[in-house]
């Protein structure tokens, strides 16, 4: 089966030749044809699996036969995610003068304004930045929004939490109805949220929702090249056993996703970590927005061999070079362990993944494997003594002194401060409410 045989038109599949990309997955040749003939449409499947060209496929087809601006808007969790969904646009698109904007915060507010008043033929944007143009910017600024044929929820699972649901609904306010544009939702875990909108009524004009869910993505959680293993450790001495898994043999030279809860711990592994000499950048909500993209960049062209990342970085980040995922703190949810993992052995590459679990993790070990229907094995090369020989006192020395780096460079007070503001400005916002209905 090919691209074009699908519909797609041949200036794209020219395109993915070019790319390397010749022969469609499976989700790209379920679900390209059926947006192509009208479909609202849910498409799940497992990482690395190509989601992004599903969508952007028949957008790109439909926008060449009629090229205006706005034509498609994409909204999806992170940063990171945003500007590789544009990468891959713009790479689709390069022979056709295709215009792009990303809208994203830790960029330059008023430079994304005038981007939106020229009329981009597709906004790639997180819905909070995407919100605060719509409620700051204009009429000017956010009317093309008004004409999308196009919606797509790109990490739609995420998207339909609660925590932008507030964000969401004033970006749908802008956009047409639903009966007079494409809905699209992309997930690698199909939520009961996300399910559930296969069965609201649509218009009488519209076909029926289209859904398609690759090997069934809720039992197939994780790639079939990935193994799974787990070091059983004190809690205060995490860092010395990291420093040990990175320098065994089998893992020295491989590219590597460190996985963390909190920015500081993040911070506090970068500078440790560079500190015993690895190549090392980080990717968390406290770094700038310039800082975070030059250090996916760094990472992705090989200067640092290791990137330490909250959640910022687990979701739908192609890194094809990532050989090792270690899960430096267990997350809460199992859906997230799942989204890390994904992180390596990607479009049937083989990889390893190893958990750093102390006795405060065993509950959330539990769940995880419960989920993934499959248990997590003992890395086996690592022992109390090799740790204690090798590593423990310097990972000390070096831990000891990147915390008094960072209370010197008063690290988390800008995060602070920001939170502080906002918790201001919801209060002004609750109070004014009160006021109009008491008036």
Known sequence: ?????????????????????????????????????????????????????????????????????????????????????????????SSMNIRISVVVGGEDFVKQAIELQKRPHFVIATPGRLADHILNSGEETICGLRRVKYLVLDEADRLLSNSFGGDLERCFSVLPPSEQRQTCLFTATVTDAVRALKDKPTAPNKPPVFIHEVETVDKVAIPAGLKIHYVFVPSYVKEAYLNSILSLSQYEKSTAVIFVN????????????????????????????????????RFKAGAARILIATDVASR???????????????????????????????????????????????????????????????LEGLSDDLVIDNSLAKTSVAKRESLMEMDKEDFGVRKENNRNKRKEVAGKVSKSKKKSKSA
């Open 316 to 378: 739908g980040l192609d890194i094809p070079t990532v050989e090792l995922v270690i899960n430096f703190d267990i997350p809460a949810d199992p859906d997230d362990f799942i989204h890390r993992v994904g992180r390596t052995a990607r479009a049937g590459r083989k990889g390893d993944a190893v958990s750093i679990v102390s006795e405060k993790d065993i509950d959330r070990i539990q769940s995880i494997e419960e989920r993934i229907n499959k248990k997590m094995e003992l």
């Open 1 to 93: 089966m090919s691209f074009e045989s699908l519909g797609v038109a041949k200036w794209l599949a020219e395109a993915l030749a070019a790319m390397k990309i010749h022969t469609p997955s499976s989700i790209q040749s379920a679900c390209i044809p059926a947006i192509l003939a009208g479909h609202d449409c849910i498409g799940g499947a497992k990482t690395g699996s190509g989601k992004t060209i599903a969508f952007a496929l028949p957008m790109l087809t439909q926008w060449s036969q009629d090229p205006f601006g706005i034509f498609g808007l994409v909204l999806t969790p992170t940063r990171e995610l945003a500007l590789q969904i544009a990468e891959q646009f713009a790479a689709l698109g």
């Open 262 to 297: 909190r920015t500081k711990t993040a911070e506090v592994l970068r500078r440790t970590l560079r500190k015993l000499d690895f190549r090392v950048a980080s990717l968390h909500s406290e770094m700038r927005q310039a800082e975070r993209t030059n250090s996916l960049h």
